[in-house]
């Protein structure tokens, strides 16, 4: 019901920006909640959070990105963004857009979790 398509990343240098967007489409569904995770190229790594936001407007972040990123969304539009500053090499990741929604009809308290394809982060030194 719901699908998520994930835009804006790419290669950066050290210290550069990048923003990424994704929106959440279909029907049926009310957004909850909607954030990024990654998943770093390392034996053993796993997906791990990298900001959260609430259609309240409540946000989230893993330590490793505070103050250098910020999460902001578009609830008209069920976007979601990640402005990524001052980018360092360890934040080479694939980055995957989550979001997690109710299913129509309310009443019946359906929350399901959504993954989209990945965009890939790379920042060189």
């Known amino acids: 019901q719901v699908q998520l398509v994930e835009s804006g990343g790419g290669l950066v240098q050290a210290g550069g920006s990048l923003r990424l967007s994704c929106a959440a489409s279909?029907?049926?569904?009310?957004?909850?909640?909607m954030g990024w995770f990654r998943h770093r190229q390392a034996p053993g790594n796993q997906r791990e959070l990298v900001?959260?936001?609430?259609?309240?407007?409540?946000?989230n972040y893993a330590d490793s990105v505070k103050g250098r990123f910020t999460i902001s969304s578009d609830n008209a539009k069920n976007t979601v963004y990640l402005q990524m500053n001052s980018l360092k090499p360890e934040d080479t990741a694939v980055y995957y857009c989550?979001?997690?929604?109710?299913?129509?009809?309310?009443?019946?308290?359906?929350?399901?979790?959504?993954w989209g394809q990945g965009t890939q982060v790379t920042v060189s030194s």
């Open positions: 989550n979001a997690e929604a109710w299913l129509e009809p309310l009443w019946r308290r359906r929350l399901r979790d959504y």
């Open positions: 279909g029907s049926g569904f009310s957004i909850n909640t």
């Open positions: 900001a959260t936001i609430t259609s309240g407007g409540g946000t």
